[in-house]
């Protein structure tokens, strides 16, 4: 049985096909139909809803609201969370301060998308006593509109923060955070069976670690942000679904003196700022890396366990020289995150088995890291190319060198004719020529809808003068900030 709260009110969805996702539980069970399906596939943010989790911070519970993708969420990763949807703000015949200031800036023409970017600015607002350009950008940028133009819907996400920030949510969030509480308390199971089919929600590696050896066959979902997709674009369904998203061990961020440690149902949203303070340059990268809905849902795990060429993660966790912490049953293994991939789509993870935790190396004093996207649109697009380069130059020689690519090869892949060319000699223009010509046979990239092969060795190779130029004394990160 999974419980969860529709605004203030408990719902219980039990007997249901597990494949159900939030956004078809809505329209088809509930018929709350102000959430819109326009893409299905987490691209156009239509069906964006807000998710509220307690979050424990310095042994406080804290209610968190977070926008996700209906659409790509599966009904069964609700269990012990509330759900609002468009439908939650109006209050009486008041418009929520989010919607009116919408009203106001003439935000909305079809009003197809409109749900999607108030539920948007919604959690922005919620979490945001005052917010700038950019992070405005961030909040919107995972949602579509096809007729008004951004303009006055950028203008209406600004107008709403003249309004109090103190809402018609704001004094049951306690009530709320108790609800939630004794749902995961009572009810720590959270599964769903229907006909043949399973959903399982354990709440510890132990109790994960079991359920894969008791079901080889099951699909692990974590953010279900590539999984779900197989769901809703291919009509592939699977018959047992493991959720890892309440697997509480394996939602810790630890940091030691040697490395940052993330379980493997940290998302992106929370493993964000400590990734950042360790590697500043992650900020770009992560911040291009799908839409918020995306990254509040998706994790680090899920882009390895997905095992894409273009997945952004993997370019930059080898380069980084970080590890993986592989389970089945009661035995671990230690492994290279460049020694995961086989084969495109094909990785060394054995049956049952399941990555627990990551673990990224801190930098090594003097070195500097670098990773680069290239993409058609600056957000919520997949890579044509991702490059990750991980240096230490002493005394103008390059001592040290890791360099990884995405979207190259038909695994991510280090560059290693091209670091032979580097390692140890001068870090100056001559080498640099040298190692832009080796990286030639590094790879043999593919032609696609995304980028030509030509583009996609041009431009990977044009990464690596771009990181000579930026490591040059005194220049400047070569950056794009400029959203479109
Ligand atoms: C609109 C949109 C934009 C996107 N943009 C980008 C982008 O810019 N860059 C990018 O790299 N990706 C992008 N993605 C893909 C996706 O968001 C990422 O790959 C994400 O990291 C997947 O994580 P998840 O938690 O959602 O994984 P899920 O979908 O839950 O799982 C993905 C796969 O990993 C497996 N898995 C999950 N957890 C584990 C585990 N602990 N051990 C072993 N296997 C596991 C699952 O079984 C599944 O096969 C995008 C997706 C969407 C929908
Ligand atoms: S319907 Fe387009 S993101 Fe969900
Ligand atoms: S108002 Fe029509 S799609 Fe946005």
Known sequence: MVKFLLN??????DQIDPNTTVLDYLREHLYRTGTKEGCASGDCGACTVVIGEVENDNDNDNLVYRSANACITA????HGKQLLTVEDLKQNDQLHPVQQAMVDCHGSQCGFCTPG??????????NNTSADQHKINESLGGNLCRCTGYRPIVDAAEKMFE??????????????????????????????????????????????ADLMLEYPQ???????????????????????????????????????????????????????DCLVDLYPDLKELIERLGSLQVR????????????????????VLIALGAELILRKGKETRRVAVEDYFVKYKVTILQTSEFIEKIIIPVPNPGSEFKAYKISKRLEDDISATCGAFNIHIENGITTNIAIAFGGMAEIPKRASHCEKALLNQQWNQQTLELAINEMAKDFTPISDFRASAEYRLSVSQNMLRRLFLETQQDSQPIRITQYA
């Open 8 to 13: 203030q009110s408990a719902v219980v969805v």
């Open 75 to 78: 009904v069964g990763s609700l």
């Open 296 to 315: 509040n849902q998706g994790t680090i795990a899920g882009n390895i366990g997905n095992a894409s060429p273009i997945g952004d993660m993997p370019p």
């Open 163 to 208: 309004s109090p920030q103190i809402d018609q949510f704001s004094p049951t969030e306690e009530s709320v955070v108790t609800q939630l509480n004794n749902i995961n308390r009572q009810q720590p199971q959270g599964s769903i069976s229907n006909a043949n089919k399973q959903f399982f929600s354990p709440t510890s590696s132990d109790e994960l």
């Open 218 to 272: 099951a699909k692990l979902l974590a953010g279900g942000t590539d999984l779900c997709l197989e769901f809703t674009q291919f009509l592939r369904d699977a018959e047992v679904l493991i959720y890892t998203g309440r697997v509480s061990d394996m939602a810790n961020i630890t940091t030691t003196e040697q490395s940052l440690e993330l379980g493997a149902a940290v998302t992106y949203s929370q493993a964000n």
């Open 117 to 126: 970017f108030i539920m948007s600015m919604f959690a922005l607002r919620k």
